[in-house]
């Protein structure tokens, strides 16, 4: 190979930028098509630096917009190249008509989204209102709740969505700052065993090959556009559960880190529960035993695939928990939160008598605290022993003013 | 194309040229190719036509205006002689017809449904020319 070897410690300090930026030079991405936008620049930066330094071969395509910055990546993924980009908030929103063209081709790239707060008012930190714009887009969404996640999840993503049977697009998201610029210890694996995991890139109707011409990013009308998304969504529905479950298991051979579609903690035996995504997790999970310290028997669910979300599995981790939190840190627009809907949807018409509530929280960066955390469990404590929601269905955590609550 | 389900395609929004490998591709006419059925080359891709040209060939003088003219290659000529418009690609433009310097016209516009013999049966005459 023509590039040189990175000798990494077995554990490095590294945020959740540099931590995915070495991933993608690790899995020899060969092309990176990228515009810069706070918090997730340093990702691209990093991996243009590791070209610039002979540590990978590449290309780094500078761009115009974000929009083009995808627009890159369908086209060298379309010709048939390993690709991947980062971007968040408002560069995401850029992108969003060729997220769409991404997914509808079905071309394995992997978008490392940096989750930061949408505009206006204008904010750089985190929330996941760009996680779950993204949401209907038919990619793939894995989520990290640490720099080692972030790490992890990109060869996972690549994996996942190269992989002939699926052949479509991954997210891997961060929280903004609070991953994405926290340095904490990474576990690494060496070059050789982390470009084994995914292999090198196969390419699959790609416009390169000469002998076989094919024409991509076709128009349908009436006629066939509702088969092919009826084929999108089936494959995302039936095929990439099971890829993902198989990924995780052969990572976690190789590595020892273990990962799952849904994340339990302290689930067992839990009366309440709290559902969440990002850091948020990791606050929960440490509220969750305290919380058990005086008798609440609370525990942690971390959703790690929002897409597909994995209805089944949610279904069977909450059904006999007695009251659960849905914890939505995005403006829900005048609605419920995504997180409560989706788990609304997987517990109705069953035998369960689970009691959901909906809470937003952490717009901007608000940080959410265990003082927060606290209260959540007790209020949902209350709702078990009552035997019914004492609470509006949505109200709002850490938000000034009087008390907002809906439904 | 045939109207298959959801699971009987390629995945992506793609579309084979050909069928099967191809080489010399330059150097292979157009009717010797391994055109697939989902080329627009096999596949009809005139279906929105409204009005059609009907071609009289009893007037033409070859002169090959149209075959330049039109937008979508479906003039069919053959060693600079006038054969007939591919009506898988016309789109009913009317372009060949305004370029058309015959009199009368060797192409004229008329409804989709309208009867080829029927019309050359009732083509119009010589214009005379006003003195």
Redesign the interface.
Known sequence: MAFDKMELRDIEVWDGNFAAAQALRQCQVDVVSAYPITPSTPIVEGYAKFKADNYVEGEFVMVESEHAAMSGCIGAAAAGGRVATATSSQGLALMAETLYQASGMRLPIVLNIVNRALAAPLNVNGDHSDMYMARDSGWIQFDAYCPQEAYDLNFIAFKVSEDHDVRIPAIVNQDGFMTSHTAQGVKTMDDDTAYGFVGEYKPMNDMLDFEYPVTHGVQTEEDWHFEHKARQHNDMMTIVPDKIDAAFAEFEKLTGRKYNQIEEYSMEDADVAVVCMGTSVETAREVALEMREKGIKAGVVGIRVFRPFPFAKIAEVLKDVKAVAALDRSAPGGTAGALFNEIAGALFNTDSKMLLSGYIYGLGGRDLTKKHLVDLYTELQANADAGKVLTKQQQFIGVRGPKLAYL | MA?????E??????????DG???DIAGTRQEDRNYSPNSSFTASVADWRIEKPIFNKDYCIDCQFCWIYCPDVSIISRDKKMIGVDMDHCKGCGICVEVCPTNPKSLLMFPELADEETEIASWPTKEEKEK
């Open positions: 109207n298959t389900g959801w699971d395609f390629e995945i992506g929004a793609m579309l084979r040229t050909f490998a191809i080489e």
